[in-house]
């Protein structure tokens, strides 16, 4: 049975050297995508909830480099 990746959309060929856990096209393991996507399935907010820590980290940079800016060299002159 031609197995097509979830991924990329590749439908393998019986010809196929590559091994029948892996797409061809883009080096997926089959089953852990499907798995990661049974994952998001079941949980949507799991991606939510990585989007915003990403985007906490992102503030978190932000703010930082804003903090660095109050700082004027002249604190550190002794
Ligand atoms: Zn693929």
Redesign the pocket.
């Known amino acids: 049975m031609a197995k097509t990746?979830l991924?990329?959309?590749?439908q393998r060929k019986i010809t196929e050297q590559t091994p029948d856990y892996m797409?061809p096209?883009?080096?997926?393991i089959y089953e852990k995508y499907e798995a990661k996507l049974a994952r998001e399935r079941a949980d949507p907010t799991i991606k939510n909830q990585i989007d915003s820590v990403n985007k906490k980290a992102d503030n978190f940079w932000i703010h930082f480099t804003k903090a660095l800016d109050f700082v004027k060299p002249e604190y550190f002159i002794p």
């Open positions: 990746c991924k990329c959309g590749y797409c096209a883009c080096g997926v």
